[in-house]
């Protein structure tokens, strides 16, 4: 009988997110290798993270979870991404901003005051927005994401967040009603 293949990736994460992916006493890591039937090795003082196992379709979903915890979620709504038809996009703002200034202020521009922006597209949208480093990420399904993803472009390139929120709860009534006549 031959061997099953296994299957491997590598990925990076900020050095100070690692403490939140291994969770206290390695919780959530044990879990994350229970449900993804692999092995994750974690290299702390690098940030390194490697990721093996003999189900490609797990691993895959692995290394997103991975990846939405290094990117600034926490562990339970990156697990959203277990589910089918959740994804997560991560959008760079070196695509929109070329000095460390420019980009502290699209941060602001996506957050808003208090984090209202921020709230307001994640509430209409039904996803979760982190802001983190130089990178928005976005998780939800996929339409939704698709959705929160051009506000947030739309956002960063300089449009009106009063128009951003009315595009988004057209979006939202439009979803809304192919829901229903789906059912």
């Given at each position: 009988m031959p061997e099953i293949e296994e299957y491997e990736y590598e990925l990076k994460i900020p050095k100070e997110r690692v403490a939140i992916l291994i969770g206290i006493k390695g919780k959530?890591?044990?879990?994350?290798?229970?449900?993804?039937?692999?092995?994750?090795?974690?290299?702390?003082?690098?940030?390194?993270v490697k990721l093996s196992g003999k189900d490609s379709v797990k691993l895959y979903m692995m290394r997103d979870l991975i990846k939405a915890i290094g990117r600034g979620f926490n562990p339970d709504i990156a697990q959203l991404l277990l589910k089918q038809d959740y994804c997560l996009e991560v959008i760079s703002l070196t695509d929109f901003a070329r000095s460390p200034e420019s980009m502290q202020r699209?941060?602001?521009?996506?957050?808003?005051?208090?984090?209202?922006?921020?709230?307001?597209?994640?509430?209409?949208?039904?996803?979760?927005?982190?802001?983190?480093?130089?990178?928005?990420?976005?998780?939800?399904?996929?339409?939704?994401?698709?959705?929160?993803?051009?506000?947030?472009?739309?956002?960063?390139?300089?449009?009106?967040?009063?128009?951003?929120?009315?595009?988004?709860?057209?979006?939202?009534?439009?979803?809304?009603?192919?829901?229903?006549?789906?059912m």
């Open positions: 959530v890591k044990k879990q994350f290798e229970e449900y993804g039937q692999c092995r994750i090795e974690v290299d702390s003082k690098e940030g390194d699209l941060k602001g521009r996506v957050i808003g005051a208090k984090g209202k922006s921020r709230s307001i597209i994640e509430k209409l949208t039904e996803t979760f927005i982190s802001v983190y480093g130089k990178t928005i990420s976005i998780i939800g399904t996929t339409e939704s994401v698709a959705v929160a993803k051009r506000a947030i472009e739309t956002l960063l390139e300089g449009g009106q967040h009063s128009a951003v929120y009315k595009s988004l709860e057209k979006a939202r009534r439009e979803l809304k009603r192919r829901e229903i006549e789906g």
